[in-house]
């Protein structure tokens, strides 16, 4: 649904989390809410959608770096899709991209996930 402010669409066992221009303290709690949502709804994949986002500040940090915690004590992998650089830059200069796979395309992130059609369709 496009009012939505995460909009999230699976395929499999796979959630993909749309993630708007902007992240920052007015939405990094709804952000980290909508990962773990898709987690606790069973994603074994889970794709971040932030080729529409330009800014993150440190909130939008925090929510990526729980929700990755998270999908790892869940076995869970989650990716991000980042093209910005000014948001790369962010993720590089705090260390995320050591912690979090981070790819140019939701194709190449979904590629790097294994297969994961079994179970869980929404």
Do not use: H
């Amino acid at each position: 649904m496009p009012d939505e402010p995460f909009p999230v669409t699976w395929s499999g066992r796979t959630a993909v989390v749309g993630v708007p221009a902007e992240v920052d303290l007015t939405n990094a709690d709804a952000l980290r809410d909508a990962l773990l949502d898709a987690l606790n709804a069973g994603a074994l994949g889970l794709v971040v959608d932030m080729t529409g986002t330009t800014f993150c500040d440190s909130a939008g940090i925090t929510a990526l770096t729980r929700a990755a915690r998270r999908a790892t004590a869940n076995d869970s992998r989650l990716v991000l899709v980042v093209t910005a650089p000014a948001v790369e830059r962010v993720l590089n200069l705090v260390g995320i991209d050591r912690l979090i796979d981070v790819y140019p395309s939701v194709r190449e992130a979904l590629a790097s996930l294994p297969d994961q059609t079994d179970g869980l369709v929404k």
